[in-house]
């Protein structure tokens, strides 16, 4: 059971926004960290979305640039996240 | 400083009134060499304004020939030019929109045994490629020689744009420590590009180069400037320099260019486990 409490934005980029369909997705995850909340996210999306942010043994893609409230994340496995706080995905862009 | 003819001066007043810019200005436009690397969606904004504004000397790398596809957002060609080198045609442009300047082709893939030689005739370099073994290539080689890098990328209505300086900031490997596993980010041709996009992103390079040849206002060193065109909104990122990126870190271990590939290798040597799955 989530609440208004518990829930933080994930706000997405490019080919992750493109396969979740949404820009801003709101997810009861206050409380976890930065780390836990996109393996999380993961988890929940399925199949579709992991390989943009894990690689098949489960390390984060060194690919992406995670932000917390628009800020570099240096603390990704102890940051906690609170109530309203978003995290950014980024992944960089190929075309030009 | 140069002697403006009277031709010179009336084409560039709006920029010489510009305090900012003003003869001296001009005179360092005119004298100043830079590269740009792709003429496509983003090298064409960034060849026609760095052409009108009298930048002396304008590099081009590309390899291809202009294609009915391309003319959606790469306006620095012509219907007419279908099937023409994409050098020779955007030269035609540039310098028909400026005869002060002089466009000198590299029609060539750039590759580890060429980038340096590119690279080191000009001051600033323009990265509009099209793939990301190009952008690290081009990105290693701006580190290696000290030249600043204008670094943009475009994917349907969203785009990136920062301006690498090497020693005053983080480098593209510094934002982005590895390519993203073949086939997770599409190319403009698998997702598509709205035209417009490249051209307001390009345009942002333009002026970047420009702040940077003339020396003023702040450029985008260590911010990442994120364009969403859908939502028409700007977000701009401040990323860090990391001390242990391996091309502009304390102590870097790649001091040559290597080629994607070998890239790739490195990825698979540096892990416990060399199985990297691409």
Same mark, same amino acid.
Do not use: W
């Given at each position: 059971?989530?609440?208004?409490? &518990? ?8 080919? *992750?926004?493109?396969?979740? !369909?949404?820009? =801003?997705? @709101? ?15 993961? &988890? ?8 943009? *942010?894990?690689?098949?043994? !489960?390390?984060? =893609?060194? @690919? ?25 995905? *980024?992944?960089?862009?190929? !075309?030009? | ?278």
């Amino acid at each position: 059971m989530s609440t208004n409490g &518990d829930l933080v934005e994930l706000r997405l980029f490019g080919p *992750l926004r493109e396969v979740v !369909g949404e820009k =801003l997705v @709101s997810v009861p995850y206050a409380g976890l960290t930065v780390a836990e909340a996109l393996a999380r996210f993961a &988890d929940e999306q399925g199949e579709s979305v992991r390989p943009m *942010l894990f690689d098949s043994r !489960g390390n984060r =893609l060194r @690919s992406l640039i995670l932000l917390l409230n628009n800020q570099t994340v240096d603390e990704l496995e102890t940051s906690r996240l609170r109530s309203g706080d978003v995290i950014t995905v *980024l992944l960089p862009l190929a !075309g030009g | 400083m140069s002697d403006f003819s009277e031709g010179q001066i009336e084409r560039y007043s709006r920029h010489i009134i510009l305090r900012e810019v003003g003869g001296k200005g001009q005179s360092k436009l005119l004298e100043s060499r830079v590269l740009i690397v792709g003429a496509g969606g983003l090298g064409s904004p960034v060849g026609l304004y760095l052409a009108a504004a009298g930048v002396g000397t304008i590099g081009l790398v590309d390899s291809d020939a202009v294609d009915l596809s391309n003319l959606q957002r790469q306006i620095l060609h012509t219907t007419a030019d279908l099937g023409r080198p994409k050098c020779l045609s955007a030269r035609e442009t540039m310098e028909g929109i400026n005869p002060d300047v002089c466009v000198v082709p590299h029609q060539c893939r750039l590759d580890s045994a060429n980038v340096l030689n590119v690279v080191a005739d000009y001051d600033v370099v323009v990265d509009g490629a099209d793939n990301f073994p190009t952008r690290y290539l081009v990105n290693d080689a701006c580190v290696m020689q000290g030249k600043p890098l204008s670094h943009a990328g475009i994917l349907r209505f969203e785009g990136h744009v920062t301006t690498i300086v090497p020693g005053r900031g983080p480098c593209y490997r510094c934002l982005y420590p590895e390519p993203p596993p073949p086939g997770l980010v599409p190319s403009c041709q698998e997702a598509g590009i709205l035209g417009a996009v490249a051209g307001i992103v390009g345009s942002i390079q333009a002026a970047e180069v420009l702040k940077l040849i003339l020396g003023i206002g702040d450029p985008l060193i260590g911010r990442l400037l994120v364009f969403d065109g859908l939502e028409m909104s700007f977000r701009s990122v401040e990323i860090p320099r990391d001390p242990g990126c391996p091309v502009c870190g304390d102590r870097p271990t790649i001091t040559a260019p290597i080629d994607y590939e070998e890239f790739c290798r490195l990825r698979g040597g540096i892990e416990s486990n060399p199985e990297v799955q691409s």
